[in-house]
């Protein structure tokens, strides 16, 4: 076994201790100044773990390493990186402030609607980091989806819609061969010739449901795959549109951007979400198979 010094940190833990995005925690690892020292392997993707000891000593050197990214930055870019830097910090700021305003009004709100937002609020920022690189936290979003459905109705604010969609088609072997000689992909050929009786079918496969948060002016819009959601949701009447809805967030009915996404921090979007699940009875972690080292063997941090 492997053993290393101190805790063991997820990405989360990380960017709250140095105060930096996911995004540059990877780029700290590429860089060499962190080193991922075991992984947790979850249903939806892998989450790096760093040890506690060497994030305190990087911890030291963060504000000079920012100042070189900003240097490398604006040599690249002149003075689009200034006005990217203003960009950002007038986002983080709309962003607390929005962040607040939206928390405070659902104290106006009955009580269950107003816990059903908050969580909806936070599920949005967790869905935003998914998309964006961590996808081990589709674990914790198909967890609190699944709370949700089980616990809140209409009259919370909640509708589940299921909306069917289109086969999966598995082409034969004579399909594929026909697929590279007309130089196309896979997909390609079985969307333009919806393959031929030999071919494997997964009958509506990219079906989905769809999670409509609404109250007042707020709204939210969450997927989960029909194979995902199908498993909690069996046995309940729910009804059917044809098309969906873009996934998306919005307080007072103006959309959450990107940027601003990034702006509530992920230990905090995480926190938030294991406290909903925790009000629910439910558990309230990311869980995973035990811990691998980076050389394959299970690993050990002394807590």
Known sequence: MQEFAGNALTTADVCRKLNVTPREVHRLVAEG?????????????????????QVVRVRKKIPSILRGWDREKGARWGKDAARERLRNWCALHRTRARKERFLQALAD?????????????????????????????????????KAMSVSFTAADGLQI????????????????????????????????????????????????????????????????????????????KLPT???????????????ISAGEAVAVNLAEVIEELESFLASQGLAAKLISDPPISRTGQPAVSRR
């Not at 549109?241 to 103006?254: M, Q, T």
Request: proline share 5%.
């Open 33 to 53: 100044y962190l080193d991922v020292v075991a992984i947790s392997r979850f249903k939806h993707g892998v989450m790096p773990l760093f040890s506690e000891d």
């Open 109 to 145: 709100l009955p009580e269950k609607s107003g816990r059903l937002l908050r969580a909806a609020y936070y599920l949005y920022h967790l869905n935003h980091y998914a998309k964006a690189g961590e996808s081990y936290l589709y674990d914790l979003k198909e967890q609190v989806l």
């Open 161 to 236: 819609y299921f909306i069917p969609g289109r086969d999966r088609i598995r082409l034969c072997p004579d399909c594929r061969r026909r697929a590279r000689k007309e130089k196309r992909t896979y997909l390609e050929f079985a969307e333009m010739t919806g393959g031929c009786a030999h071919c494997q079918r997964d009958e509506g496969y990219f079906s989905l449901y769809e999670f409509q948060i609404a109250y007042d002016d707020h709204h939210f819009c969450f997927h989960s795959p029909a194979q995902v959601a199908g498993k909690w949701l069996k046995g309940k």
């Open 241 to 255: 549109r044809e098309s969906s809805e873009r996934e998306g967030g919005y307080p007072f009915g103006r959309p």
